[in-house]
């Protein structure tokens, strides 16, 4: 009878023993997959941003090539006027 206590009573631990190993694996999986979302978030945000920038840039040289094509046409125009009064 006192055997089967002591036996009862270890089974017992063990399996509070592992109960409490399962909880903890469980607790560092939720931990890491967390983790992983958060830097999944980060880096899609970084992302983001990235294409916004280069879209921004892209814009502004753009703008810029424009802007510059229309001071050489009017640069042009001027000179061709300066041409023809001096014919």
Same mark, same amino acid.
């Given at each position: 009878? !006192?055997? %089967?206590? $002591?036996?009862? *009573? $270890?089974? #017992? =631990? #063990?399996?509070? %023993?592992?109960?409490?190993?399962?909880?903890?694996?469980?607790?560092?999986? +939720?931990?890491? *997959?967390? $983790?992983?979302?958060?830097? %999944?978030?980060? #880096? =899609?945000? *970084?992302?983001?941003?990235?294409?916004?920038?280069?879209? !921004?840039?892209? +814009?502004?040289?753009?703008?810029?090539? #424009?802007?510059?094509?229309?001071?050489?046409?009017?640069?042009? &125009? *001027?000179? &061709?006027?300066? !041409?023809?009064?001096? !014919?």
């Amino acid at each position: 009878n !006192n055997l %089967r206590d $002591t036996l009862e *009573k $270890t089974q #017992i =631990e #063990i399996d509070e %023993r592992i109960q409490k190993s399962v909880a903890s694996v469980n607790d560092v999986n +939720k931990q890491l *997959k967390d $983790t992983v979302n958060s830097l %999944r978030d980060r #880096i =899609e945000r *970084k992302e983001a941003q990235r294409l916004e920038e280069l879209q !921004n840039a892209e +814009k502004i040289k753009r703008d810029e090539h #424009i802007q510059l094509e229309e001071i050489i046409n009017t640069l042009r &125009e *001027k000179l &061709e006027v300066q !041409n023809g009064n001096e !014919n």
